[in-house]
């Protein structure tokens, strides 16, 4: 039997599977130095193979009816306008799911990665049981690091990179949340 296909929706938003027809949307916003520069694990320059390959990922881990991998999309319109996980870069050596967002620029500053990834968290808190989550950023991605602060994180401490991120930073700040009712000890 086919598992069930979870969809996230908040007031605003639908988190769901990448479709196929997503593919020239999801080029146009993500090819975007504006964004690539804040997630190193994305490629730059973006190219129709990439996502392809990208949209194949996201339909297989949906269809495991457990899926860590997003779109975004708005409810009213279906424009799709970025992408949210737990598959980010976990910045070390852990198996702490970590999350990672985008949002095309033209949906910026609207309170959509706010509402996104706080849907996330309850959908790996109430459906995954995972206790904790981890993020980090670029030192100087503010607007990230309001996202993470703004949805429950708290910042933990500075983190060594592997290897410099796109900005050049060997360093970055790590966020962590922990499920309600779990124990912070937890990880
Ligand atoms: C980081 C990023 C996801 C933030 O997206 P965002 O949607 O602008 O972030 P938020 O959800 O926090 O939006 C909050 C802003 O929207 C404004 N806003 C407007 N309407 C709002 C609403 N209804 N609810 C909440 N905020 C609203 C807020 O005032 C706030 O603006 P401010 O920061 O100037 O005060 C986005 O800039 C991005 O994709 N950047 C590139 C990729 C990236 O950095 N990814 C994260 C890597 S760690």
Redesign the pocket.
């Known amino acids: 039997m086919t598992p069930p296909r979870p969809v996230i929706e908040t007031a605003?938003l639908r988190l769901r599977p990448f479709r196929d027809a997503d593919l020239a949307e999801l080029v146009r916003l993500i090819n975007d130095w504006?964004?690539?520069?804040?997630?190193s694990n994305v490629p730059h320059p973006y190219t129709e193979d990439d996502g392809r390959a990208w949209i194949a990922l996201v339909q297989e881990d949906h269809a495991t009816g457990r899926p860590q991998r997003f779109a975004i999309a708005l409810k009213d319109s279906g424009q799709l306008i970025?992408g949210v996980g737990l598959d980010?870069d976990r910045g070390g050596d852990t198996d702490e799911a970590a999350?990672?967002?985008?949002?095309?620029?033209p949906?910026?500053?609207?309170?959509?990665?706010?509402?996104?990834?706080a849907a996330l968290l309850d959908y790996a808190f109430r459906k995954l049981g995972l206790t904790t989550v981890r993020?980090?950023?670029?030192p100087a991605?503010s607007?990230?690091?309001?996202?993470?602060l703004?949805c429950g994180f708290a910042y933990v401490g500075d983190i060594d990179l592997a290897k410099p991120n796109r900005n050049g930073a060997h360093r970055a700040p790590l966020f962590r949340i922990t499920a309600p009712g779990a124990s912070a000890g937890a990880c």
Do not use: F, M, P
């Open positions: 605003r504006q964004v690539a520069r804040w997630v970025g980010g999350l990672g967002y985008w949002l095309g620029q949906y910026w500053r609207r309170g959509y990665a706010r509402e996104a990834v993020a980090y950023t670029d991605n607007d990230s690091q309001k996202v993470l703004s």
